[in-house]
């Protein structure tokens, strides 16, 4: 055979023979044809999911998120393999009304050297902790011991508050509160873990407890440990409510209890499969791929219901039960072939977003709907075949409330199709507007669990010692001395000062900071040996090569305002000679990488929806097809954006992310009403009002149901503990309440609106249904018109 007919063979099966699942529904067929082999390895991939399943786990490293995403990603990555940093730092606030009272501060001395023995502590840096220089080559702690008044105490105190420039930060103006640090043996806590690690810290804590001492802890580990639980938690509650929810919506459907089984079923395994497959993939969940699983769940229980209505539909208008799966797979396999398609398009356009963590929910929200309709595909008909052999009856008819709005959509698409139309097109234009002026936000607490106790711990210490959230500048040297030069000290110290104009006095410590000590007449050397090796990394490496300076800013600190200190920081330095002066810190990394990655994600969900609507174009061999989509597909997503807009709440992470996912599931409604349509154009050969009219009446009700399912079973996930899983299930049931809007009422005022353009639809011969054989259907259900099923 030439090259030239297995060309022009393809070009024909592409053009003219192929279904509009461009062939994928061929597994559900295999599934018809051998079920048994079928189901062998269906059980064999179930198995090996649920094998994975007890190894499940997230992981709480929320820089996970951000590797690899960009300039401030390599600084910050730099910085901690330089300096380290202080982002894994513990903080423990400690406050009494009776500080200055000399008993009270011995307790709070040995609770401070109780925690520097903790097994997971490699240091500690607090006012009990820092020793000063004596002058004849040694040191003395900075906090004299045995003390006898309260006047006493405060006098210590002060001094150190007004004179040192670490302990500046560590105590509270009034006196009533300090801040001791603990640096964690990080290799320890990886591998024990971070909740180990609190554990331990928290019983050491606890034996202050009838002390009279108030002690918080808070701290980046502390951050994150709220956020995982909350995260496992989370996931637990929307598993189970998912189900329960998309169960009993069912139930109200189909009204038979056994008919709601089966639809649950199909979501419960494909969840298992996608809780297997991203283990299997990542080895953990993170905070994005955790909410994957919630996702295939409600994705599953829409085309589930796709699925059962069709079927019921086909038993009801007299077609035998088992050969009515058959056809229902024949005609929904292509759909959803091509929804699982769209969907794949929105999750790959996330992949080329910069961020690890993003990439890692594009692959895994990718293999999650994958696995969704090869679950559909196997385990449906499988299931269904199964529940005839066991006498499965035929149920009422659905509930009449779900096809409520039917006949208003028909009533308003009849009457007022131009009116609407115009309507709809101008509404969407209109909304084109906020996508540009919509600008990206970060918020620190939206990572946080709600209510959570570290944080407002966070908060007291930025009212009472003005933050301890740390900004860094790596400041190359020349002189290379451990002990810094003049030259190199003049370069920190100009540096020092540029930082402590933004963040206030004493905010800053650096080796300029020590200067206190160096001017009484001790030398650099010896104000270093005080310190400790430990702190002294904190201020120079130990070749003399690189000086750090540490800003303490702020836990709470709007993103823009932090851009706009950033901008300064960094011009000054550049004026001042010192442009290859490196600002990094975890708060900067994850403000100015949100603002990239939210950017480059604006850029994915339009790629995805000028790609979904040409795949659409391209599935259904119509450009004009593509085109009448087109309105009722953006209309949701630009809806949900002005919203934000008009809010004030801007674009965030999860929030583009679940624009994005949410287009790529909205258009699945209108892929299936397309379907019906065309199916009864070409193949049917109904008129065009005709089709539009029996499609609505024949799925309307299954796109209310899905709808519904969609919404409820993902406005679950707006009940998180965290903010930003919050905003993603708020702004998803959004998208996906105006997306039934535009396929309900916009969609058939616009197909109604188009009858001209649409008028020789016939000619094109692209199939909508597979017209294969199968041992429940071997006539190969070519005429879906017979007796009493003539259904689409």
Not at 133 to 142: K, N, Y
Request: contains cysteine; proline residues 5%; charged residues 15%.
């Amino acid at each position: 055979m030439s090259s030239g007919s297995v060309v022009s063979r393809f070009v024909d099966w592409f053009i003219n023979r192929r279904s509009i699942g461009f062939g994928f529904e061929y597994l559900g067929v295999a599934t018809l044809r051998y079920p048994r082999v079928m189901s062998v390895i269906v059980l064999l991939f179930t198995i090996l999911c649920f094998w994975q399943i007890p190894k499940a786990n997230v992981d709480g490293d929320l820089l996970r998120v951000y590797a690899h995403s960009g300039h401030y990603y390599d600084a910050y990555d730099n910085l901690s393999k330089t300096f380290g940093t202080f982002e894994n730092d513990i903080y423990v606030m400690v406050n009494s009304p009776n500080l200055v009272d000399p008993d009270v501060l011995e307790e709070i001395r040995n609770l401070a050297f109780d925690l520097e023995l903790n097994e997971y502590a490699v240091g500690t840096m607090s006012p009990f902790t820092l020793r000063k220089p004596d002058g004849s080559g040694g040191s003395v702690p900075a906090v004299p011991e045995g003390m006898l008044n309260a006047d006493e105490v405060a006098m210590a105190l002060m001094d150190l508050q007004q004179n040192d420039p670490m302990m500046r930060n560590l105590i509270t103006p009034d006196l009533t509160g300090v801040v001791l640090i603990m640096f964690p043996n990080q290799e320890l806590v990886n591998q024990d873990g971070t909740k180990a690690m609190i554990a331990s810290l928290r019983e050491t804590l606890a034996f202050y407890d009838d002390s009279g001492l108030e002690i918080e802890l808070t701290g980046p580990p502390v951050w994150t440990s709220e956020m995982l639980n909350a995260a496992v938690d989370d996931q637990i509650k929307f598993t189970v409510y998912g189900f329960g929810l998309g169960a009993f919506i069912a139930l109200f459907a189909l009204r038979s209890f056994w008919g709601a089984i089966i639809v649950a079923a199909t979501p419960f395994v494909a969840v298992m499969w996608s809780i297997g497959t991203v283990l299997l993939l990542f080895g953990s969940f993170s905070f994005l791929t955790i909410i994957v699983t919630t996702l295939v769940l409600v994705m599953a229980f829409a085309e589930s219901m796709f699925f059962i209505f069709n079927w019921l539909a086909y038993w009801r208008d007299g077609m035998e039960p088992n050969k009515a799966v058959d056809t229902t797979l024949k005609l929904v396999g292509p759909a959803t072939a091509l929804t699982t398609l769209t969907t794949l398009v929105a999750f790959a356009s996330l992949y080329f977003s910069p961020g690890q963590g993003v990439q890692e929910f594009a692959l895994a929200g990718a293999a999650g709907s994958t696995i969704m309709f090869v679950c559909l595909m196997t385990v449906m008909p499988l299931l269904l075949k199964t529940a005839l052999r066991l006498g499965f009856k035929l149920p009422k008819a659905p509930n009449f409330a779900l096809n409520a709005p039917v006949p208003a959509a028909l009533g308003l698409a009849m009457k007022f199709g131009r009116p609407v139309s115009v309507l709809a097109i101008l509404l969407t234009i209109l909304l084109i507007i906020p996508f540009f002026l919509i600008q990206p936000r970060f918020s620190f607490e939206d990572f946080m669990a709600k209510d959570s106790t570290a944080l407002s711990t966070a908060e007291s210490i930025d009212e009472g010692v003005g933050g301890v959230a740390p900004l860094y500048v790596r400041v190359p040297l020349t002189q290379m001395d451990p002990n810094v030069g003049a030259e190199d000290f003049e370069t920190i110290r100009t540096i020092h000062e540029i930082v402590e104009s933004e963040l206030g006095e004493n905010k800053v410590i650096s080796a300029a900071s020590l200067t206190n000590y160096t001017e009484t007449g001790f030398t650099r050397e010896e104000v270093f040996d005080a310190v400790g090796p430990f702190m002294r990394k904190r201020f120079i490496t130990e070749d003399g090569s690189q000086a750090l300076v540490t800003g303490f800013m702020p836990t709470i600190l709007e993103s823009q305002a932090l851009k706009d200190m950033v901008a300064r920081i960094e011009t000054r330095m550049s004026e001042a000679g010192f442009p290859q002066a490196e600002l990094g810190g975890f708060r900067i990394l994850t403000t100015f990488a949100t603002d990239d990655i939210v950017r480059s994600l604006q850029i994915s969900l339009a790629a995805s929806v000028v790609l979904n609507l040409v795949l659409i174009g391209i599935a259904f061999g119509s450009l004009r097809m593509a085109l009448v989509s087109a309105i009722p597909n953006m209309f949701p997503i630009l809806g949900t954006q002005a919203w934000l807009w008009a809010t004030g709440a801007g674009l965030q992470l999860t929030t583009v992310m679940a624009l994005t996912i949410a287009f790529g599931i909205a258009v699945n409604d209108t892929i299936h009403m397309l379907s019906h349509y065309m199916h009864g154009r070409r193949e049917e050969q109904r008129s065009h009002i005709e089709s539009v009219h029996h499609t609505l009446r024949r799925i309307g009700g299954a796109i209310v149901a899905t709808t519904v399912i969609l919404c409820a079973g993902t406005i679950i996930v707006a009940f998180s503990e965290l903010p930003q899983v919050a905003l993603f299930g708020s702004l998803f049931v959004l998208s996906l309440s105006l997306a039934l809007v535009g396929d309900l009422f916009m969609l058939p005022s616009l197909l109604v609106a188009a009858s001209r353009m649409l008028e020789n639809l016939t000619g094109i011969h692209v199939q909508t249904a597979d017209h294969v054989a199968t041992p429940d259907d071997p006539a190969g259900n070519t005429d879906t018109r017979v007796g009493a099923s003539r259904t689409s």
